[in-house]
């Protein structure tokens, strides 16, 4: 059975929707603030967080960034906030998906399903990708780690598979409607956004200077490319 970390200090929120999930076969724990579900989620083994972005003593925010430093897996961050500022945050803070409320029960399961089942592919796809090295960047699939001159890199799991998937098609261009649906697979939010925190993140991580960016190339009008 997967298990599910729901941190939400609405207890009327969190027992509506640890109800859908439990319907649907899923082992729900819940955390009523920040630093409890952040205690947790570091201590526990889960398939997947509910993180909501407005929590007493540590934010949705902070609990994410604090996740990320240890561990690799999805997080969907959900909030009464829909401002463009607040989404870009949490998914360049590490977030997989951004969910704003209200919304239906049915939905949250059915992005609960796709991200687990996504991830899931990805770690267990290891058999059929190879180690990609060129100009001091090393991206090795079965470890899921990228090392830049030797020196390591910590990548989240969307940042990893679409630098992965871009240097795996060298000098080719993709579109960012392309790179979402190859990589999100799921409307979860509008494409450009969601690509450009991301590859704004993968090069903060891999580049001395992000302005003449040595790997991912921004293709003007048509999408990125990896400089093969």
Same mark, same amino acid.
């Given at each position: ?25 899923? #082992? ?35 609990? *994410?960034? $604090?996740?990320?430093? $240890? ?9 009464? +906030? ?6 870009? =945050? ?10 704003? $409320?209200?919304? $239906? ?5 059915? =992005? ?8 899931? +592919?990805?770690?267990?796809? !290891? ?5 990609? #090295?060129? +100009? ?21 799991? !969307? ?41 704004? !993140? ?7 200077? *992000? ?18």
């Amino acid at each position: 059975m997967k298990s599910i970390l729901l941190i939400e200090d609405d207890i009327t929120i969190s027992e509506l929707q640890r109800d859908y999930l439990e319907i649907n076969g899923y #082992q729900v724990d819940m955390a009523a603030d920040g630093e409890t579900g952040l205690r947790m989620s570091l201590a526990g083994s889960y398939d997947l967080i509910i993180l909501d972005l407005m929590l007493p003593k540590l934010s949705g925010f902070d609990v *994410c960034k $604090k996740i990320r430093e $240890k561990k690799n897996i999805p997080i969907l961050m959900v909030s009464s +906030r829909s401002e463009d500022i607040d989404i870009i =945050r949490g998914l360049g803070l590490g977030a997989d998906d951004y969910m704003t $409320k209200p919304f $239906k029960p049915g939905e949250l399961v059915a =992005r609960v399903k796709a991200h687990i089942a996504r991830y899931e +592919r990805l770690v267990g796809a !290891k058999d059929v990708k190879n180690e990609i #090295q060129i +100009r001091g960047l090393l991206i090795n699939p079965d470890t899921r780690k990228v090392f830049v001159n030797e020196e390591e890199t910590v990548l989240t799991t !969307k940042e990893f598979d679409l630098l992965y998937f871009l240097a795996s098609h060298p000098d080719k261009v993709f579109s960012k409607t392309h790179l979402f649906e190859r990589i999100w697979g799921i409307d979860a939010l509008g494409d450009m956004q969601t690509v450009t925190v991301h590859i704004r !993140k993968i090069r903060e991580k891999t580049e001395s200077n *992000c302005a003449e960016p040595t790997y991912v190339e921004t293709v003007w009008g048509a999408g990125y490319r990896f400089k093969g």
